[in-house]
């Protein structure tokens, strides 16, 4: 039997007790602008998609706690490190600084906090090419830390503005503080 598998990921859906700071703080990191919103709903898009995120406003709903279950986080890949920088100084000028930052070996990924407490984590790929990714899995240096290596979002920009290449990346302890 065939595996019919999905085309695309479509969206994800947010409720919020922090319905305007959510949807703002959204549209501000993605440059995400609105499809639809009132009161109870927004819809907000930064490609052809009709929309990738949506807000419904819940505000009697009780925070989650920080031990809660349910999703730790979602990720955008960018299509180049200049890409990646350019959003870090954008969004640090705003206000918005990474939560946590780490070179996981796979990606270099800048982890921010939205006003509800949900990661999203914004990230390079270290590798072109997805057999290099693949063969880079089953090295000894990812078996003996498959989680990364943290390092400083304002050290990775120096090095970068000095030309630190997506190659430079895929040596993890080259930014580790």
């Known amino acids: 039997m065939t595996e019919i598998r999905p085309e695309r990921f479509a969206h994800i859906v947010i409720r919020t007790n922090r319905f305007r700071e959510t949807v703002e703080w959204y549209r501000t990191v993605l440059h995400a602008w609105p499809a639809f919103e009132n009161d109870f709903l927004a819809f907000i898009t930064y490609d052809d998609e009709h929309h990738r995120l949506a807000f419904v406003n819940t505000p009697d709903a009780p925070d989650p ?15 180049t490190l200049d890409d990646l920088m350019h959003t870090y100084e954008r969004l640090k000028a705003e206000g918005i600084t990474p939560v946590w930052t780490i070179n996981h070996g796979p990606t270099t990924s800048l982890y921010y ?25 089953r090295t000894p240096a990812f078996a003996q ?3 990364g290596v ?9 090095r970068y503005r000095e030309g630190l290449t997506r190659e430079d990346l895929q040596d993890r302890q080259a930014l580790a503080h």
Do not use: C, K, M
């Open 65 to 79: 706690g920080p031990e809660s279950a349910g999703v730790d986080h979602f990720a955008y890949t960018y299509a």
């Open 113 to 137: 906090s939205d006003p509800n407490g949900i990661r999203v984590e914004l990230q390079i790929d270290n590798f072109e090419r997805v057999e290099d990714l693949h063969e880079w899995f």
């Open 145 to 147: 830390n498959p989680i």
């Open 150 to 158: 943290e390092f400083d979002p304002d050290v990775l920009l120096a």
